[in-house]
């Protein structure tokens, strides 16, 4: 019994209510509108006179309506009122103008049925409650009786008991009329106002570029930021163990950390200006192997990391797009060296061009010189693998293949990105 009263009189079915009398009020410029045709056509002055005539008038008035939703704004605004009153999910109707025919047709449709339902329901609402009170009334008010408007059989004994049971069953078919027309607007709205296939593949076109954006920044975040973090806490640990031994170095070190720092918050900005403003006009460009693998060597053995570079490529022949991901690239070999093997280990770097392609080649010994530049190779780290997956992510938007692992006792990561197919 509960769950009928709520499915008849609970706030859903008050909101769709007053959906369905809103569909009412704006069917009535249109009635009036066919009463001015009906009228003449019948010769009667006074079409609201009739019930039939206007029904009439009602009939002539829906297909004027449906021309007038055509509108640019009958579907953001329809949509939104079905929104909050309906309690249909945002994400099943769409809130842009109607553009094609079978958008168009269907927010036709759908107006039409909103005006022809909600004049229904609006005009029982306007007639049935006043009459059902009379009827409940009734046997307690003789005056009513008197009423030359209320039908004969109303004066028998039997029919002044079943008044008021009629008139409570009158207001109960009211409200299951309104709720049952509710739940049929709110059944078909998603199909007449929702969004179309070609809103659907536009919708997730918009969050795959979206998530590779936030994919994208994720990477340059950890690239950039991980290796700053890493450097640092080096460069710090061995000036701290030299500060009275060498202060000189110590110099070096804080030196280098102010660098590193520096430059990742200009980084750092620099992502963020991507996520205030799209597309971050004015901040720093993206660094790159032709003008800052020679800082980036300086700042990794500042912090300790003995390194051996072999450079057999000009990078400033490197297509951009390539330059700036093979500079990651190369952070993040040097970053998880840094890591995970720490400053007792030698890593060798080579870069070169080979059968058209970049290939990058980080080694470092693992072992009891250095666990390892990667988690999987020897010491756990929680949170570990995100780099080599980003360093596989950036070789694959180029075309190109990303290997990592053990090579006997050396930890290998080999990149190879192809020069002639990158855009």
Known sequence: MTALLRLLFGR?????????????????????????????????????????????????????????????????????????????????????????????????????????????????????????????????????????????????????????????????????CAAGCGTLLARWAPALLGPSPEDRVAAAEARAADLAVRNRLARELHDSVGHALSAVTLQASAARRLLDSDPGFVREALAAIEDTTRRTVGELDAVLGVLRDGDAPGTAPAPTLAADLDGLLDRTRAGGLRVTATVAADPRALPPPVSREAYRIVQEGLSNALRHAGGQVTVTLCVEVRDGQLRITVENPVGPAGAAAHPSGGVPRPGGGHGLRGIADRARLLGGVAEAGPVGRTWRLHVRLPLASTT
């Open 12 to 176: 859903r079915a008050r909101l769709r209510w007053i959906h369905l009398i809103l569909g009412g009020a704006l069917a009535m410029p249109y009635v009036l509108v066919g009463s001015v045709v009906v009228g003449p056509f019948t010769g009667v002055d006074d079409v609201f006179g009739s019930l039939t005539l206007q029904l009439a008038s009602f009939a002539v008035g829906l297909p004027l309506a449906a021309v007038t939703s055509l509108f640019p704004l009958t579907r953001p605004l329809e949509s939104g009122v079905v929104r909050w009153l309906c309690g249909v999910g945002a994400d099943r109707l769409a809130y842009g103008p109607a553009r094609t025919k079978g958008e168009k047709g269907r927010t036709a449709a759908w107006f039409t049925l909103h005006l022809g339902l909600g004049g229904i329901v609006a005009g029982m609402s306007l007639a049935v409650p006043p009459f059902a009170a009379a009827l409940i009334v009734l046997p307690f008010v003789p005056a009513l009786r008197d009423d030359p408007g209320l039908p004969a059989f109303l004066d028998h004994a039997w029919a002044l008991v079943l008044a008021p049971v009629a008139g409570a069953v009158m207001l109960v078919a009211l409200a299951a």
